[in-house]
């Protein structure tokens, strides 16, 4: 692996590994908002090495320190895969925060198809009890767009906009 490549999988799961964390502060907020145990969204990840005891018979400190490590490990290979996808996407110094946003949100739907509707219905089926939409919409806003629109900061530091491209 070059350079140049290492130093773009290290920034994409660093770009990742925030967006998971604005994630899961999301989700933990909501699941308060509800009135559901804050402690849910995490049980939920948790879930995924524990299985369904996970959500009650494990302890909330287990709970709480597996599902926030695989929480963070899979938001940082995420950020890795969208940094491989983004890296083969046009860099053309006039991209756009809507393009680039739009893209964003369309992965976190990604996302959430893939992890709840095929993943989950096949193996973890307790994922369908929480609202689905609001569950795509959570990982398309607090997940995808935080990250797409790091990277449209990131290409225009490393590329910034002349008069010419401005208008």
């Known amino acids: 692996m070059g350079d140049d490549a290492r130093k773009a999988a290290l920034e994409g799961a ?15 907020t909501a699941a308060s908002v509800v009135g559901d145990d804050p ?3 995490l049980r939920m990840s948790a879930s995924v090495v524990l299985g369904h005891d996970a959500l009650e018979g494990t302890s ?12 963070l490990a899979l938001s940082g290979l995420f950020g890795l895969i969208y940094s491989l ?4 996407r046009p860099h ?5 925060w809507a393009r680039e946003g739009g893209f964003g949100l ?15 219905r096949l193996t973890h089926p307790w ?12 990982h398309a806003v607090f997940f ?10 990131r290409e225009r530091r490393a590329r910034p906009l002349t008069l010419a491209h401005a208008a």
């Open 39 to 41: 402690q849910l969204p």
């Open 92 to 96: 053309e110094p006039e991209r756009s």
């Open 106 to 120: 369309l992965y976190g739907l990604t996302l959430w198809l893939v992890n709840f509707q095929i993943v989950g």
């Open 144 to 153: 995808g767009l935080p990250l797409a629109l790091m990277y449209v900061q």
């Open 127 to 138: 994922f369908l009890l929480v609202p689905q939409f609001g569950q795509a919409a959570v």
């Open 14 to 28: 660093g770009y990742g590994l925030v967006a998971g964390m604005i994630f899961a502060l999301v989700q933990i």
């Open 85 to 88: 996808i983004d890296g083969h």
């Open 60 to 71: 909330i400190g287990t709970a709480t320190l597996i599902g926030l490590t695989l929480h």
